[in-house]
């Protein structure tokens, strides 16, 4: 080889090592693998809550072993924040590849999405003052105000089952419901007793009690795009694995430890891992 060609060779490749350092320093994404986006709340502690870069709870961690299972590692996986409002609309968008949040499967939404588990099963409770004795269970909430979340399972259920003239505020989060609670714009807040206890725990300031009297089966499963049957079993596969290898009640007990709650026992775990075939929310 002349002087020329070596030094034309010399250049191409200086060019090429120039061209690979540039991609490897642009895309982490590269260097990292594929990522996967996974819809939870931000705003549950205890079930699924986001405080700076950290996210943590049931649910979280519940994602986080599934994700495991599917291949990908905490760094391959975007969180992406689901309000009660928007898991449908989210999925069928394919804004997330799933949602794991505090998720009852209920035959409405099984119309337009799909759900694998179920992994946990909660009941309806309600969260009041802890100085108020005038609410000892739904049926004394007429006349009074109560906090829901739009798009939740629970509001309807107080209005259609306990007490006809209760006044429902609708907020888009648990933590404004929490504030009008202890402010006294409303005098209790309903949703599943997992989160209220959580609420209770880490924004009640000892001022909130859970009643302690669920009235409805919340069984939680992970939402799906309608059709996705891949990702379903390959997701109750994980879910199985996870409650056989002790993870699952690891998880909880972390989750829940110092809040007072205590899970259901007869349905929890539950058994069956295809929501297809499980019990709907059932309402008592
Ligand atoms: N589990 C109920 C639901 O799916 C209430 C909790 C929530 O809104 O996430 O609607």
Known sequence: ???????????????????????????????????????????QPGVGYKEGDNYSG?????????????????????W????????????????VDFIIASYSITADRKKVVDFAGPYFVAGQDLLVRSDDTSIKSAKDLNGKNLCTVSGSTSAQ??????????????????????????????????TDDIILAGLAHAKGNGLLKVLGQPFTKE??????????????????????KMVDDGSWNKALDSATGGTGYTPNKEWNPPKNFDAENSDETVRQ
């Open 219 to 240: 069984t939680y499963g992970i939402g799906v795009k309608k059709g996705d049957t891949q990702l379903i079993s390959k997701i109750n596969a994980a879910l199985k």
């Open 157 to 190: 259920v107080i209005k259609d089952n306990f007490a006809k003239s209760v006044q429902i505020m609708e907020l888009s989060g648990y933590a404004e419901c929490v504030t009008a609670l202890i402010s006294g714009t409303v005098d209790a807040v309903t």
């Open 58 to 78: 049931f649910d979280v961690d519940v994602a986080r072993y599934v994700a495991k299972q599917l291949g990908y590692s905490e760094k391959q996986i975007v």
């Open 80 to 95: 992406k924040e689901a309000p009660s409002a928007q898991r449908e609309a989210l999925l069928q968008n394919g804004d």
């Open 1 to 43: 080889m002349n002087r020329v060609a070596k030094k034309i060779l010399a250049a191409v490749a200086a060019v090429v090592s120039l061209a690979t350092l540039t991609g490897c320093g642009t895309s982490s994404a590269e260097t990292s693998g594929p990522k996967i986006t996974i819809g939870i709340k931000y705003d």
